[in-house]
């Protein structure tokens, strides 16, 4: 069994982050998510044994976010990219997002908390490095410790957990929104340069590419997709690959904000109180942040990981929770142009952003719906499992047909 990397000089890292007078004196570590609960890094548990000015010992519990194991891996999720994206929303665009709520006079109850703390980063133990190596980390609270759990990703949420992830990420949506029109210089010098659009494909090799093209089209047929209906979504999937590699971004409308970008089951934790209500959300991997249309964010997350067997029928009505929060919120940040934001207008953003998004659905749905037993040691991974016939069971298809006929009910394919 692979053993977890070391997280050397520790103590120089999370010391000055400390009360003053805590010394690090030592820690444990092991493996917090099985293979297939996280690719794109290395998720440690860690407890950090401390002592106080007074010599009392007492432990912490934290998480440390390595890069991944794999050599291709690291490759794939340009970890040189994504780990600054992710470092930069815990140092410096957390900070900005609270501080405009508190002038805006937003109740402290009613503050943004789907960020967990973070103690400390760094990319290396060279101060002059800047590419992430075996020494960067990311030092986290553990959130298991404090109640949050990660619901099972084949089953996916019920109407109201995602209800209460909306109204959460209307607020995650609404606050750079407000930041882009109320204080646009930083906006650009704290935001904008970390919102930079990447292609997630450019790691990988050009024939694991075509196979998975290859792949997601004859899952469209296993699927029960009829032929002309397939080769209409093969088509938009090669031309949201043709926008991705080009670096194409959305038009800048009054919808374009920070996604998350990678918003399933395993990247938000739920808080439940004693009747199962849930009570505090935290969003985790900020890895693809980036800025275009908040729409993205809401399909992306409605079609990949929600448990609604109706969801043809009744995504209008999660469309129109969304953006009632949407627009309360903005109203309440005070933004200049809140006429603007009318539900006729969001509509049209969605139909015209929907086409876009399909690629990004349709490619995560094999990882979302992944068998765990056919996934194997971190160190064994890589991007060819994904294109595997026993990665996927019938829940799969399922899934993927319905997607499909969504896109086709509403003429987005």
């Not at 609960?37 to 002592?51: E, F, H, K, R, W």
């Not at 290396?124 to 992430?132: G, H, T």
Request: glycine residues 4%; hydrophobic residues 45%; contains cysteine.
């Amino acid at each position: 069994m692979a053993q977890p990397p070391l997280i050397r000089n520790l103590k120089e890292l999370l010391e000055p982050v400390l009360e003053p007078g805590t010394k690090v004196l030592g820690y444990q570590a092991s493996f917090l998510t099985a293979p297939g609960d996280n690719y794109g890094s290395t998720m440690l548990a860690v407890t950090v044994d401390i002592s106080n000015a007074a010599n009392e010992t007492k432990q912490l519990p934290l998480v440390a976010k390595m890069r991944p194991a794999s050599e291709e891996f690291l490759e794939i999720f340009q970890i040189d990219v994504t780990f600054v994206k992710e470092a930069a929303v815990y140092s410096q665009i957390v900070p900005i997002m609270v501080d405009l709520q508190r002038e805006v006079g937003f109740p402290e109850a009613e503050i943004i908390d789907v960020f967990c703390r973070c103690y400390n980063t760094r990319v290396s133990l060279d101060p002059n490095c800047k590419k992430v190596d075996a020494d960067g980390v990311m030092l986290l609270e553990n959130l298991k410790l404090a109640g949050y759990i990660t619901e099972n990703r084949r089953k996916g949420f019920t109407r109201e957990q995602a209800e209460f992830i909306l109204m959460k990420l209307s607020l995650f949506h609404a606050i750079p929104i407000a930041l882009r029109y109320q204080k646009p210089d930083i906006f650009q010098s704290n935001l904008e340069k970390f919102l930079i659009k990447f292609d997630i494909d450019a790691g990988l090799g050009a024939q694991t590419v075509k196979r998975m093209v290859n792949v997601m089209r004859t899952d469209l047929i296993k699927a029960g997709v009829g032929e002309q209906l397939a080769e209409r979504v093969m088509a938009l999937v090669n031309d949201c690959r043709h926008r991705q590699a080009m670096l194409t971004s959305d038009e800048l409308t009054e919808y374009c904000s920070m996604l998350h970008n990678d918003l399933w089951v395993n990247n938000m934790m739920i808080k439940y109180d004693d009747s199962k209500k849930p009570v505090g959300l935290k969003f985790v991997d900020f890895q693809l942040i980036q800025r275009d249309s908040l729409v993205r964010d809401v399909l992306f997350f409605l079609l990949t990981s929600t448990s609604d067997l109706e969801l043809g029928n009744h995504i209008d009505s999660y469309l129109e929770f969304y953006f009632k929060h949407l627009q309360s919120n903005l109203a309440k940040l005070k933004i200049p142009i809140l006429s603007r934001y009318t539900y006729e207008s969001f509509l049209a953003e969605v139909n015209r952003i929907a086409p876009r998004e399909m690629y990004h659905i349709l490619a995560m749905l094999r990882v979302v719906l992944a068998r765990k037993e056919s996934i194997p040691e971190q160190s064994e991974l890589d991007a060819e499992l994904f294109c595997s016939d026993n990665l996927v069971e019938e829940d799969y298809y399922d899934k993927l047909r319905m997607v499909v006929q969504i896109f086709d009910q509403k003429q987005w394919v």
